[in-house]
């Protein structure tokens, strides 16, 4: 079973940056796609950003496509979430999830796509 572990989170000023990762042990990342999803307070789960297994074919929601750049790094089996431009309707937990041999391509996909998922990190976006 892949297992995977958010960190980076934490308190930003708008117009501010951070990093988010995804770290995982049990299995390699190449093979698999990994997505990241944020819920905020009252809100449904939101997908935001996918990089796929095959190709690292990516996929951005429009609230964050310009300001959020998904990438991976398979010698560190991680995958990162470079959020600039932080805003306070940023402000949710964010997870990162997993599902082998997925494409990301065609648009958001659905939580229930993806079998494995981390425990989530806050990020707050606030003066």
């Known amino acids: 079973q892949l297992q995977l572990v958010e960190s980076g989170g934490g308190l930003v000023q708008p117009g501010g940056s951070l990093r988010l990762s995804c770290a995982g042990s049990g299995f390699t990342l190449d093979y698999y796609a990994i997505a990241w999803f944020r819920q905020a307070p009252g809100k449904e789960r939101e997908g935001i950003s996918c990089i796929s297994s095959s190709d690292d074919t990516t996929y951005y929601a429009p609230s964050v496509k310009g300001r959020f750049t998904i990438s991976r790094d398979n010698a560190k089996n991680a995958v990162y979430l470079q959020m600039n431009s932080l805003k306070p309707e940023d402000t949710a937990v964010y997870y990162c999830?997993?599902?082998?041999?997925?494409?990301?391509?065609?648009?958001?996909?659905?939580?229930?796509?993806?079998?494995?998922w981390g425990q989530g990190t806050q990020v707050t976006v606030s003066s």
């Open positions: 999830a997993g599902q082998q041999y997925y494409y990301c391509g065609g648009g958001a996909s659905p939580a229930a796509d993806f079998g494995s």
